[in-house]
């Protein structure tokens, strides 16, 4: 998946805004931050502890969990670039799942 590629796929989700943190780019859903780019090599995703481990489990490369307290948390480091854009669309979506609101529903949900 491309750079554009992946935000393209962050603005098609509802209510998506594009802002900053610490200086690097990321989108929100209702203030909450769902996806990052502090990188040129990875994303960042928000997972659930339970969910983080069971890709980690299943996708042995091209995802890690945040170093320290934050990747306790399920924040998650996606190698965009070179993992399956499959795979990548289903994270990016299941972490906008988390942050928005239950009311809020995807597309094709």
């Not at 042995?60 to 795979?87: C, F, N, Q, S």
């Not at 988390?98 to 809020?104: L, T």
Request: glycine share 6%.
């Amino acid at each position: 998946m491309t750079d554009d590629d992946l935000i393209s796929l962050a603005h098609s989700l509802p209510e998506t805004v594009e802002s900053s943190h610490f200086g690097n780019r990321d989108f929100r859903v209702r203030g909450k931050i769902y996806l990052t780019l502090p990188s040129p090599e990875f994303c960042v995703v928000k997972l659930t502890p339970d969910q983080q481990q069971m890709v980690l489990a299943t996708v042995l490369e091209h995802i890690l969990p945040v170093p320290g307290a934050w990747g306790l948390k399920g924040w998650t480091r996606l190698l965009y670039h070179i993992l399956d854009d499959e795979m990548t669309r289903a994270l990016v979506r299941q972490s906008w799942r988390n942050v928005a609101p239950k009311s809020m529903a995807l597309p094709g949900d």
